[in-house]
């Protein structure tokens, strides 16, 4: 986290010698004055002169680029850039007031039923609904090079839970870099489904309380609990969620959820030589990826999709066609 007297201090010193800066504002009041360098979902890195800082979005108010003061003291405008777009209206929920806590016995009641099952014929994942139109995440690696995929669902009836399949599910868009996919299920007789809430994961704190749901090794409906371990454990390039949470194979694309009932990641992958070694996706990024879904929209048509590479042809066997 940024210590709170350095913005101030950036502030003051940067703008002598910056012709034409970007601004950070902070929600604390303070600013943080230089040259952006990189925008990602999560954190913003800025040029400052002397070092590069690296801010938390969640710390920052506005974002503010353009030519700033000069070295003269003529002010030039400025543009107030618009945060990240936020997913279309109703594809899914986030509370504006975090709900109370609750037990896991509980919260498992409640939103139990919008975790799925997700199987393809390489093998099988979870996932949940974001909202009752059938529309869900799961791992792009479950889904991965396939394009028959089911949906097991679980739809609580006089008590009881009753099991039903379906088997008219959509791409709509995947990333393969965040390890995310958003399908839909189109089955004609589907009823609306039970959906979970979005949290936020940059709110979570280390050895904060989760638990997750899933069907690891296909045992459906699994349930097992945690804390937070770290919210920010680098992997292969990205940040994840660290969680004591039992993680493993058929989990992937299942929720992660606190005791508020919102969901704050999704399990994705685990060290398979240690225990209690679990890790999820921050749902912030989730939020970025169903924001930007039409940039990664699924196209079963476009030959640019990013749905699977296959090798060029080798000389010899160019030499062979010649022939």
Avoid: C
């Avoid at 800025?46 to 108010?61: A, F, K, M, S």
């Avoid at 990333?175 to 936020?200: H, M, S």
């Avoid at 990641?265 to 990826?289: Q, R, Y």
């Amino acid at each position: 986290m940024l210590n709170r007297y350095v913005p101030a201090l950036l502030l003051s010193s940067a703008s002598f010698w910056l012709a034409s800066a970007d601004t950070l504002q902070l929600k604390d009041k303070a600013a943080i004055t230089g040259k952006i360098l990189a925008r990602k979902h999560d954190q913003i890195a800025i040029d400052v002169g002397y070092t590069v800082l690296v801010v938390p979005r969640n710390q920052i108010e506005k974002i503010i680029e353009g030519e700033g003061t000069g070295r003269a003291g003529k002010k030039t405008p400025v543009a107030v850039v618009a945060p990240a777009p936020e997913a279309k209206p109703g594809l899914y929920q986030s509370p504006g007031v975090a709900p109370p806590e609750r037990s896991v016995r509980e919260l498992v009641s409640q939103y139990g039923e919008a975790v799925v099952q997700v199987r393809t014929p390489g093998g099988l994942g979870s996932g949940f609904f974001l909202n009752e139109d059938g529309y869900l995440i799961t791992n792009f690696h479950v889904i991965e090079n396939e394009t028959q995929i089911s949906v097991e669902v679980y739809h609580q009836k006089g008590g009881q839970l009753e099991r039903k399949s379906y088997k008219q599910v959509k791409i709509i868009a995947i990333n393969k870099f965040a390890d995310l996919a958003l399908l839909r299920i189109e089955d004609k007789d589907a009823p609306r489904f039970a959906k979970v809430l979005l949290g936020d994961s940059d709110a979570l704190s280390v050895g904060e309380r989760v638990f997750a749901i899933g069907s690891p090794l296909g045992l459906e409906r699994t349930v097992t609990e945690g804390i937070v371990s770290t919210k920010t454990r680098p992997m292969q390039g990205e940040l994840y969620l660290q969680t004591t949470a039992q993680i493993n194979p058929g989990n992937s694309g299942g929720p992660l959820f606190n005791l508020h009932g919102e969901v704050v990641g999704v399990t994705n992958m685990k060290i398979t030589f240690g225990e209690g070694l679990g890790f999820a996706i921050p749902i912030e990024a989730v939020k970025n990826f169903l924001g930007h879904r039409d940039a990664y929209a699924y196209d079963n048509d476009n030959p640019s999709n990013p749905y699977r590479y296959l090798e060029p042809p080798s000389r010899t066997q160019k030499k062979a066609d010649a022939r």
